[in-house]
């Protein structure tokens, strides 16, 4: 089968030591980074979306990418010349608790090529069948999870946040039972698979996985192998510094992920270890959501509902708990823990200094000083008085007009779209969203800048468009029903997020009130 222009690589596989065992079948895995398995067949393939954009920059001219063999590849169907596809072994916390092996359960990585820029990504099925690692699931995946990822890896990409991408979405034909409220009542569904893309599906839990099995030589082939591909400015320092400069990158990349997360307003619903890229990138779609109205409690998962650990408001410190199992799995390459320790230490800071910036351009501000910060400080209770569309919010606080915000004797009442319940505003509320709306007002007008330029800033640090989790669940419905059209515009729409695009009004349109209760929508459980 020939494709133009792409060529396969398996540097990982050439540089890391496999698992000598070939056989399909569950085990522990030990002195090994991957086990080679094959996809399973899909039966009757259908290919029901794909990224035009990351395909050309893998490659894949629009011929290809409408062939047979394209799905056939894409369905783990088939594979192109130079595939050996593996699962790789890894470990994690889950919700806390060291969980032991975990791995690629449902993910098989077929290959790498050399993007148009030069950069190795890696092509990885999600959903194509049993591997060595999946315990006692299926390997498989439904199609409205498929789709789930398939949406939210393609728009936090054009979101300007660092994610895995997404190729393929590809329904396999065959059904897969699933039962959709762990109640008892297992049903039947569409199966697909997501071809995901991503310099590396390295993730914290490769590392703890080597210290678990106290194998320190694995630790260092993996983390050298790991510098060397994805961190090579690293690569020429001396031991142990390298381990150090390279865990502080890490940890740096981390928190710039989780401050776009923040700013707009994705909760990834099951932050456990194997589910952190090393390389700060968000990954594993799974029980995601997106805040509807501002609450920083909310988390979209089902399996989260009792703890909340990784609800909205949390997900920095998270991030920091995580990156400490990290340190403890690489302590054996430092031989101390102090440098590990100081730069956890320096994580809030580090993390708040970035935050307050991102705060200042979500608001339009132009400085940060003693006037600015009780506004600051005050934005979450004010966001919380009433249920509030946080990505609605600040594109109204744009348009604001400053001078008549100052003078109006009710301001709140030219931002009512964005609240869900107007009507049960109490008067007491009213007044305090007033008076933060006229400081708000007055601070920017005391900055004297440019009207434009507040505006121009505000709306590319505040998307319109997010991938609302009701409209993923249309999109489910309309797929389900055999229409492509509603997900193709959807996509084009997610393409272009800071920007107003006229008629498509119903993809920034606020959670209507059917949606606050349905499964899909406002709550989703872990492995569908
Ligand atoms: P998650 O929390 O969804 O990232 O999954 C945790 C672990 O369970 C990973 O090792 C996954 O590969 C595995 N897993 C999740 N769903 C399935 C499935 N349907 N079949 C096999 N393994 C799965
Ligand atoms: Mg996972």
Redesign the pocket.
């Known amino acids: 089968m020939t494709f133009m222009n792409v060529s396969i690589e398996n540097e990982f596989v050439g540089s890391l030591p496999a698992d000598p065992i070939q056989e399909n079948y569950l085990r522990q895995v030990r002195g090994a980074c991957y086990s080679f398995v094959e996809p399973s067949r899909a039966g009757k393939p259908q290919l029901l979306a794909y990224s035009s954009e990351l395909a050309k920059s893998l490659g894949f001219s629009k011929t290809d990418c409408e062939s047979s063999n394209f799905l056939d590849v894409f369905a783990g169907n088939s594979l192109l010349e130079g595939m050996k596809p593996f699962a790789m072994c ?1 470990g ?1 916390h ?1 919700f806390g608790n060291w ?1 032991g092996q ?6 098989i990585t077929l290959g790498e090529l050399i993007d148009k820029e030069g950069n190795r990504q890696a092509l990885q099925l999600k ?1 194509a069948g ?2 060595p ?9 439904v199609l409205r999870s498929s789709l789930r990822e398939y949406v939210c890896s393609e728009a936090m990409h054009y979101l300007g946040v660092p994610t895995t991408r997404a190729l393929t979405l590809v329904a396999t034909g065959d059904a897969v039972i699933r039962d959709i409220l762990y109640d008892g009542h297992p049903a039947p569904e569409p199966g697909a698979i997501v071809c995901r893309v991503s310099p590396s599906f390295v993730r914290f839990g490769n590392f703890e996985i080597c210290v678990a099995q106290r194998d320190v030589k694995l630790l260092k082939q993996l983390t050298d192998y790991t510098i060397s591909s994805d961190f090579s400015a690293l690569e020429k320092l001396e031991e142990p510094q390298k381990y150090i400069a390279w865990f502080e990158e890490v940890l740096n990349r981390t928190i710039e992920m989780i401050v776009h997360w923040m700013r707009v307003g994705f909760v990834h619903g ?1 932050m ?1 270890t ?2 952190m890229s090393i390389l700060g990138l968000t990954i ?1 779609y ?1 029980p995601y959501g997106w805040l509807e109205d501002y609450d920083p409690d909310w988390t979209p998962n089902t399996t989260d509902a009792a703890t909340r650990r990784y609800r909205y408001g949390q997900q920095p410190w998270v991030a920091q708990w995580n990156l400490l199992q990290l340190a403890n799995a690489i302590v054996p390459l430092i031989g101390e823990t102090k440098p590990l320790e100081d730069a956890l230490n320096r994580f809030p800071a580090t993390y708040q200094e970035r935050w307050e910036k991102t705060v200042r351009d979500k608001l339009g501000l132009t400085e940060l000083g003693s006037k600015e910060t009780p506004l600051i400080n005050e934005l979450e209770s004010v966001l919380k008085l009433t249920e509030t569309d946080m990505t609605l919010f600040f594109r109204e606080l744009a348009n604001l007009d400053i001078l008549a915000t100052i003078s109006s004797e009710d301001p709140t009442h030219e931002i009512e779209p964005v609240f869900y319940e107007p009507a049960s505003i109490s008067a007491k509320q009213r007044e305090q969203l007033n008076l933060w709306l006229r400081n708000y007002a007055t601070l920017v007008k005391h900055q004297n800048q440019n009207r434009d330029d507040r505006v121009k800033r505000m709306n590319s640090t505040n998307p319109l468009y997010v991938p609302r989790n009701y409209l993923a669940q249309l999109a489910i419905d309309e797929i389900e029903k055999g229409n492509l059209q509603y997900l193709d515009e959807w996509m084009s729409v997610l393409k272009h997020p800071y920007t107003e695009q006229r008629g498509k009004e119903d993809f920034a349109a606020k959670r209507p009130e059917w949606a606050r209760t349905r499964v899909g929508c406002s709550m989703l459980s ?3």
């Open positions: 890894y994690g889950q969980a975990l791995g690629d359960g449902r993910a959903g049993k591997t690692y999946s315990r006692s699931a299926d390997g498989l995946a099951v456990n194997d589910n594993d799974g872990c492995s569908s």
